[in-house]
């Protein structure tokens, strides 16, 4: 699942994290730029294991620096509902009262309507962001499985594209 590759790569970012130099840098590049008040400092890092299912609820729960809780709402084919970004993030502030709350809304498929994300104040990552941060390391790793994931969403998007190309009468589900 998405979820789980998101979580093994920032488990690079932990301090003690086994020493994969490139999926280090892409993991604090995405951190830094979910957080952007970490942009000039020195070091980021995890402060504990990413959590998947945060409260059962919560895709995915980063804790940062000793100082962010970042919420990531994993969004493929599905949009947001039931006010549940607004629900998240209260729930993390109340849980984590001492902690910068940041969301980021993690989206690979396209939504036309971002007013509840906007109103939520988290912070859109979508397919194209996604690949300009990854294509920046794609090619200085070997690590398979960062590689899947890239050469998938590569894919994605050239199939989402054909759109421009193909006749409407010959688009399928990802046009």
Known sequence: SQDAFLCWLFSF?????????????????????????????????LSEEPTRQYNKSVDILLTVNDKYKIIIEDKTYTNEHDNQLERYYHMVKADFENYEIKGIYF???????????????????GLETILSVLEKYAFKTTNDIFMSYYFYLKQWHRDINQYKYLPVCEWGGAQ
């Open 107 to 125: 989206k690979i498929g396209f939504q036309s309507d971002m007013s509840a994300v906007d109103r939520a104040g988290y912070k859109y990552f």
């Open 13 to 45: 970012a932990l301090k003690d994290a086994d020493d994969e130099p490139v999926l280090k840098s892409c993991a604090v590049d995405f951190i830094r730029q979910f957080v952007p008040e970490l942009k000039n400092e020195s070091e980021v890092w």
